[in-house]
C-alpha cells in the first residue's frame, strides 16, 4: 500500500501515508476542524481537509483507531490508482465477482430492503462524533458510498466478502487476492494502547490482530472475524445500535467464538 500510495501521491502532512492509516498509526484519527454529514458527502473537502492537517502524534509512534479519516484517505488512493470511487470499484471488482449482495453506497432500487438503524438509548451519537444515526437513515447518506461507513448489506455479505481473506485469497473459483496479498493484512503496524479506544490493541493492516485471527467492529456493534488457521468467517449485523454497549457485545461474540476453536 505504500507503493500505490507514493504512485497516487497520496501524502498526508508530517510525512503519513496510506500504510499509516491502514495501521491507524497515521495520527489523523479525526478532523481538527469540525465536521458535519454534510461535508463527508464532499469528499473533496474532507480529502483535502485530512492531507493538510497536522498529525496529532508522530506517524508510526503511535496508533488511535481511524474511524472515518480512514475511509477518506483510503478512498482517494483507489480513486488515483484506477479512476473509479471505492464504491463503484468494490461493486466491479469485488462483490460482482463474488455475487455479494454487499454495496457501498446504495442504489434508490434497493431503500425497501433497508432495515432503518434504531438510536442507542443513550442518544443519536457519541459525544464529539459528527454523525448520527439520523444522518445514517436518509437518502442523502445511502447514496454517497461513503468508504468508512457507507456499506449496505447483511450478515451473510458481509461474510462472503471476507471469506477471500479466510480461504487465501480465493472463494467459489474466484480469486481476488494472491496468498501473499493475504498475509498483508497480518503485519503488525502497532501493539500498545490505542489512543482512542482507550484499550490495549494490536492493529495490523486495517485489522485488529489475534494471533491468526483478525476483526474488526463496525458502528453501534457490527463485528466481522476472519480465522487463518481455520478459513473461517463470523459476521454479525444489527440496526439496534449501542455505543458502549455494542462494543461490548462484540467483544462478547469474539470470546465466544474464541472458546470453541
Known sequence: MRGSAARAR????GGGDSGHVLGHTAGLPAWDEPVTAADLYDGRRTTDLAAAQAPRWEPGTGAGCHSLTFGVVMGEVVRRVTGRTLGRFF????????DADFHIGLAPEHDHRVAPLLAAPEGDR??????GVSDANTSAWRRAGLPAVGGFGNARSAG???SVLACGGA??????LSAAGCERAFEAQFHGQDRVLG???TWGMGYRLEGRTCSWGGWGGS???VDLDH???VSYVMNQVFWDEGHARALSLLAAYGAIT
Not at 461493486?91 to 463474488?98: I, M, N, R
Not at 472463494?171 to 481476488?176: A, D, E, I, N, S
Open 10 to 13: 497520496v501524502r498526508c502532512a
Open 160 to 162: 462472503a466478502v471476507q
Open 223 to 225: 463485528l466481522v472475524l
Open 199 to 201: 484499550t490495549p490493541i
Open 91 to 98: 461493486a466491479e471488482e469485488v462483490a460482482g465477482p463474488l
Open 171 to 176: 472463494v467459489g473459483g474466484v480469486r481476488l
Open 126 to 131: 457519541p459525544e464529539g462524533f459528527p454523525i
Open 231 to 233: 478459513r473461517m468467517t
